[in-house]
Nanobody, 118 residues
């Protein structure tokens, strides 16, 4: 059964930090790589960071040096440590398997809202 549950979002001031968590079912976690995505209001969903099974990471330019993605294979969980948050980081954050994320109408969890505002 496919299931993704994101948590850890909230309201934070600019410059603050949040740590997001994603609990993934075994089937979806067994893919090649997992990613964190975000969607601002009225915008398309965009890729933020990826991590392979082996731990190799990649980041979008707009979060490099501020965000860190990690995973715990034993817990089938993925995390996103977000530091030095900016108002433009506001949005709903989702995790997903990279392959699933490319499927039209594919499965997505409910996401977790991150709001950066003073």
């Amino acid at each position: 059964q496919v299931q993704l549950v994101e948590s850890g979002g909230g309201l934070v001031q600019p410059g603050g930090s949040l740590r997001l968590s994603c609990a993934a079912s075994g089937s979806i976690f067994s893919g090649y790589a997992m990613g964190w995505y975000r969607q601002a209001s009225g915008e398309q969903r965009e890729l933020v960071a990826t991590i392979t099974k082996g731990g190799s990471t990649n980041y979008a330019d707009f979060v490099k040096g501020r965000f860190t993605i990690s995973r715990d294979n034993a817990k089938t969980a993925v995390y996103l440590q977000m530091n030095t948050l900016k108002p433009e980081d506001t949005g709903v954050y989702y995790c997903n398997d990279l392959a699933m994320a490319t499927i039209q109408g594919g499965y997505w969890g409910q996401g977790t809202q991150v709001t950066v505002s003073s």
